[in-house]
T-cell receptor, first 119, second 114 residues
Framework: AQTVTQSQPEMSVQEAETVTLSCTYDTSESDYYLFWYKQPPSRQMILVIRQEAYKQQNATENRFSVNFQKAAKSFSLKISDSQLGDAAMYFCAYRSASASQGGSEKLVFGKGTKLTVNP | NAGVMQNPRHLVRRRGQEARLRCSPVKGHSHVYWYRQLPEEGLKFMVYLQKENIIDESGMPKERFSAEFPKEGPSILRIQQVVRGDSAAYFC????????????FGEGSRLTVL
């Protein structure tokens, strides 16, 4: 079974600075998706960024980028120019891409990292 | 375009009562997933349904919990004879097909059992 590990329960960053959130995962599959979701106090799960495992290029969405190291099974999230609105829980998640061939459909989540942004 | 709609947002039940949580997926999405989030924890998969079929219920407790996604109407997560340990946030997510990576989440239903 796949597992996702986020080793940092809490992180803090100064406004306008850069912070990196860590995520590692364990799988025997070669084709999969990785995601970072943000959960603000409102509890809505918001997709921040996604990465397809077959793509070597790291995904980027504005101030958010990932460092995807497939061999190391590492998928860290970098937030640049941190803003107060970035404060939230961040969850790393894994999903098999072989669902149509019998792989598991479900997203597997890490336990989350609580990010605080200090003004 | 409406996203995933869940109701009620908050539900309070006494021990032994029944809780029903409803989820309307994104229009056109036929795949629905239910997740449970305990305080200070990540989301745990419960069940995956397509229209009228349960595809994977490996994360759902064998007793008291059931789910359905009828041909017409929302998906329902039903918890019978609730206990205090059922208090949690229950999230529904949907996707248009099996080959899409991303799931779209609702805002969750928070169940409190007194």
């Amino acid at each position: 079974a796949q597992t996702v590990t986020q080793s940092q329960p809490e992180m803090s960053v100064q406004e306008a600075e850069t912070v990196t959130l860590s995520c590692t995962y364990d799988t025997s599959e070669s084709d999969y998706y990785l995601f970072w979701y943000k959960q603000p106090p409102s509890r809505q799960m918001i997709l921040v960024i996604r990465q397809e495992a077959y793509k070597q290029q790291n995904a980027t969405e504005n101030r958010f980028s990932v460092n995807f190291q497939k061999a190391a099974k590492s998928f860290s999230l970098k937030i640049s120019d941190s803003q107060l609105g970035d404060a939230a829980m961040y969850f790393c998640a894994y999903r098999s891409a072989s669902a149509s061939q019998g792989g598991s459909e479900k997203l597997v989540f890490g336990k989350g990292t609580k990010l605080t942004v200090n003004p | 375009n409406a996203g995933v709609m869940q109701n009620p947002r908050h539900l309070v039940r006494r021990r032994g009562q029944e809780a029903r949580l409803r989820c309307s997926p994104v229009k056109g999405h036929s795949h629905v997933y239910w997740y449970r989030q305990l305080p200070e924890e990540g989301l745990k998969f419960m069940v995956y349904l397509q229209k009228e079929n349960i595809i994977d219920e490996s994360g759902m407790p064998k007793e008291r919990f059931s789910a359905e996604f009828p041909k017409e109407g929302p998906s329902i997560l039903r918890i019978q004879q609730v206990v205090r340990g059922d208090s949690a946030a229950y999230f529904c997510a949907s996707s248009p097909n099996r080959n899409t990576g991303e799931l779209f989440f609702g805002e969750g239903s928070r169940l409190t059992v007194l």
